[in-house]
């Protein structure tokens, strides 16, 4: 079975660094973003994996934004990093069909096992195609 790939997208590089080391730990493989769009241009849309997003990225902002995030929620599954109390943010990634949405500060046990989750329903569709 192929191990799943779990892309972090962040402008903090604290939060990619941290978040790598966390699913390398385990034993899963992370590919760290800086941005939504240097995602989107280096990883085809048939390419597996679940993706952790920060809500902090720009990209978001605007409804073409939206619509791109909502394609990319339509192949993989999604986790939505957002920043403590930002309910409209977390409304709209689910709406936009985001699987979880996480709180930050972060904590790792918790996130970990939220990351696991994605991936294995990933892997799961993946394996019914």
Known sequence: MAVTTVFVVSNDPAIRDSLSELVASAGLTAETFRSLDIWLGA??????GCLVLDA?????????????FASVCARRPVLLLI???????????????AVD?????????????????????????????
Do not use: F, M, S
């Not at 720009?58 to 619509?67: F, I, K, M, V």
């Open 56 to 68: 902090r990225v720009r990209d978001l902002n605007g409804p073409e934004r939206l619509a791109r």
């Open 83 to 97: 920043d403590r109390g930002d309910v409209p943010a977390a409304v709209r990634a689910i709406k936009e069909g």
């Open 43 to 48: 990883v085809p849309p048939e390419r597996g």
């Open 101 to 129: 949405v996480v709180e930050k500060p972060l904590r790792g046990d918790g996130l970990l096992e939220r990351v696991k989750r994605a991936a294995a329903t990933e892997r799961d569709a993946r394996a019914t195609r």
